[in-house]
Each structure stands twice: as C-alpha cells, then as structure tokens.
C-alpha cells in the first residue's frame, strides 16, 4: 500500500475548505453543503446533488454532477486545479455549475 502524498492532501483539504466555508454562505435553502473525510457533497433544493471528492491515489480533486464529471490536478507553479481535459479551473468551472442551477451568476475567488 502506498502512503499518501502529503503536499496533495494538505493542498486538496485546504481548498475544500475554502470553498465549503464560501458555500456555507449560501442561503441553505438553495444549496446545503456537508465537508467531511475529503469529500464535499453540495445537495440542492430540489434534492440534486454535486460531490467534490479527493482522489489521493491519482492526486486529483473529482467533481461530478449530473451526468458531468471532471478531474482537477493541481498546477505546481500556480497552485490551481486544472481540468485534467484543459476545460478550466475548479473554482471557475464549480461556481458556473451552481450558477446554472441556482439560476444566478455565482462567484467563488
């Protein structure tokens, strides 16, 4: 069995959290969020679902909603998670996702 990568975990954690605290903002009636174990599920109004999970043996952060999923590694000179398909960053492609289904623009710097 392979020991985890520590940098990883640490830098995976620490941008869930961020974004669990920004999220947490949130009227809890549009979308209710639970952190716990490196996963952050978001569950929505109408009973939806979005997960946001750290992958430590691939050392990725995974999202998947709906039908959607993508992988984020994280860039070593910018410190962002980029899609794994080049299709944006975490932050980015996770705020435009709740926009859409909030039917609001979102914004999580």
Same mark, same amino acid.
């Given at each position: ?5 520590h ?8 941008v869930? $959290?961020d974004?669990?605290t920004?999220? !947490? ?7 209710? !969020? &639970? ?8 569950q929505?109004?109408? *009973?939806? /679902?979005?997960v +946001? ?7 990725q %952060?995974?999202?998947? #909603?709906?039908?959607?999923?993508? #992988?984020?590694? @994280? &860039?070593?000179?910018? *410190? $962002? ?8 960053e975490? @932050?980015? +492609?996770?705020?435009?996702? %709740?926009?859409? /289904? +909030? ?7």
């Open positions: 069995m392979t020991q985890p990568d940098d990883f975990v640490a830098a995976a954690d620490a869930m $959290r974004l669990f920004r999220l !947490c903002e949130f009227d809890p009636d549009e979308v209710d !969020c &639970d952190l716990a174990m490196g996963v952050l599920t978001m929505f109004a109408d *009973g939806k /679902k979005f +946001l999970n750290r992958q430590s043996a691939a050392s %952060i995974w999202l998947a #909603h709906g039908v959607s999923a993508y #992988h984020f590694a @994280r &860039d070593p000179q910018t *410190g $962002r998670w980029l899609d794994t398909k080049g299709r944006g975490l @932050r980015e +492609l996770l705020a435009r996702a %709740i926009g859409e /289904k +909030l039917g609001r623009p979102v914004s999580l710097p």
